[in-house]
């Protein structure tokens, strides 16, 4: 499946922001799907996960309270609500899928990747 992802920019701390992932497919709704990110120099870290019916969501730690993921099977659509951002959130945030039910926290997990959407929090 195709993945493209949106709804990155440059905001201050405290604000929020609400990425897309809109998949190519009507298999989407087949799919776990996940978020990660990864800042400059660094490797791709895991953020938040869900499972193909939303039933079932995980998130990191840095993240939980914060964010919330949830999926529009009807739209083949994945959000990532992002609220009272915070300067070490920047980062580009990508949308990754992988067939079956289950979610997962390693990269190596998903078989689809978006093209990354830049994610700027300011001081």
């Known amino acids: 499946v195709q993945l493209q992802a949106s709804g990155g920019g440059l905001v201050q701390a405290g604000d929020s922001l609400r990425l897309s992932c809109v998949a190519s497919?009507?298999?989407?709704?087949?799919?776990?799907m996940g978020w990660f990110r990864q800042a400059p120099g660094e490797g791709r870290d895991f953020v938040a996960a869900?499972?193909?019916?939303?039933?079932?969501?995980h998130y990191a730690d840095s993240v939980k309270g914060r964010f919330t993921v949830s999926r529009d099977n009807a739209k083949n659509t994945l959000y990532l609500r992002a609220s009272t951002l915070k300067p070490e959130d920047t980062a580009v945030y990508y949308c990754?899928?992988?067939?079956?039910?289950?979610?997962?926290?390693?990269?190596?997990?998903?078989?689809?990747w978006g093209q990354g959407t830049q994610v700027t929090v300011s001081s």
């Open positions: 869900i499972s193909w019916s939303g039933e079932t969501t």
């Open positions: 990754a899928g992988r067939s079956g039910s289950r979610i997962a926290y390693y990269p190596r997990s998903y078989d689809d």
């Open positions: 497919r009507r298999t989407f709704s087949s799919y776990a």
